[in-house]
Nanobody, 114 residues
Framework: QVQLVESGGGLVQPGGSRRLSCAAF????????MRWYRQAPGKERELVAF???????DYVDSVKGRFTISRDSAKNTVDLQMNSLKAEDTATYFC????????WGQGTQVTVSS
């Protein structure tokens, strides 16, 4: 059974860092396009970062230079390292895997507040 489980969310102060992790079950992440999305209250879900099968990465402009997506094929996880966090980064963060079909995790909440 295909499953994605996010972890690592929580409350962090502005300027702080947080590392999110997405654990994949039932498939190998290296064969899938892996993405992190986020959704803030009252806003549409937004693509934050992705890593391709070949290992290429890209980011939405608002997080470039602050966030880093990476994968660990041995652990079958995809992480999102978030630095210099801002209040506007507050959202529920979702992991997504896509090949023929798309799969979603349940999300993990990140709140940036003092």
């Amino acid at each position: 059974q295909v499953q994605l489980v996010e972890s690592g969310g929580g409350l962090v102060q502005p300027g702080g860092s947080r590392r999110l992790s997405c654990a994949a079950f039932g498939f190998s992440i290296v064969n899938y396009l892996m993405r992190w999305y986020r959704q803030a209250p009252g806003k549409e879900r937004e693509l934050v970062a992705f890593i391709t099968v070949g290992g290429s990465t890209d980011y939405v402009d608002s997080v470039k230079g602050r966030f880093t997506i990476s994968r660990d094929s041995a652990k079958n996880t995809v992480d999102l390292q978030m630095n210099s966090l801002k209040a506007e980064d507050t959202a529920t963060y979702f992991c997504n895997a896509e090949r023929v079909y798309a799969y979603w995790g349940q999300g993990t909440q990140v709140t940036v507040s003092s």
